[in-house]
């Protein structure tokens, strides 16, 4: 199998050659009232990352800003035990309509705490203050790990090269969340 090419890897954190890659099964959903397919620019970006990077494409899909229709396309990925991951775009703002993170949050079995934090010190080095109108958020649902990140390239290029993509890289050490899907599910 050829390896996918090595994510972007911050302080702390290298590829160990020498390790397999393990392709994990990714739902890319765009949350807008204003995009169509057509002009679903972060949707695409993402999902050719996220091809790029060795995974497989599970689902594409766009919903509304509307919680209800958030909420319950994650839950049916999540519990299809098709999906490994599941990585929103759009939603995360401070608008009246941005809702994703309260459609999510109260779905989360646990919430990545520290993925807000990261996501904002990487933003930060690209838009400055303007990060603080983003409530990017994660979470795992189920046995899935959900990251929900702003909707403009520029938020999907800094979460997903510069922090998610390493995370679901199983070559990425000294740890990764792909190494741990497999034990989600224990209770």
């Given at each position: 199998m050829t390896q996918p090419p090595h994510p972007t890897v911050g302080p702390g954190g290298k590829i160990k050659d020498g390790l397999e890659f393990q392709p994990l099964r990714v739902a890319v959903l765009t949350v807008s009232d204003t995009r169509d397919e057509e002009s679903d620019t972060s949707g695409a970006l993402?999902?050719?990352?996220?091809?790029?990077?060795?995974?497989?494409?599970?689902q594409r899909s766009m919903v509304p800003d509307e919680v209800h229709a958030i909420r319950a396309i994650?839950?049916?990925?999540?519990?299809?035990?098709?999906?490994?991951?599941?990585?929103?775009?759009?939603?995360?703002?401070?608008?009246?309509?941005?809702?994703?993170?309260?459609?999510?949050?109260?779905?989360?079995?646990?919430v990545i705490d520290g993925f807000s934090v990261v996501f904002h010190m990487v933003s930060y080095q690209s838009v400055g203050l303007s990060t603080l109108q983003s409530r990017a958020v994660a979470g795992i649902v189920g046995s899935t790990f959900v990251f929900c990140l702003p909707g403009s390239n520029g938020a999907v290029k800094d979460g997903w090269d510069k922090v998610i993509a390493a995370q679901l890289d199983s070559r990425h050490m000294p740890c990764n969340m792909a190494e741990i899907l497999p034990r989600l599910s224990e209770r």
């Open positions: 993402l999902a050719a990352r996220v091809t790029a990077a060795g995974h497989s494409l599970a994650v839950q049916a990925w999540a519990d299809s035990g098709e999906v490994d991951a599941v990585v929103t775009t759009g939603g995360t703002g401070l608008t009246g309509r941005d809702v994703t993170p309260e459609a999510l949050m109260p779905i989360f079995d646990k």
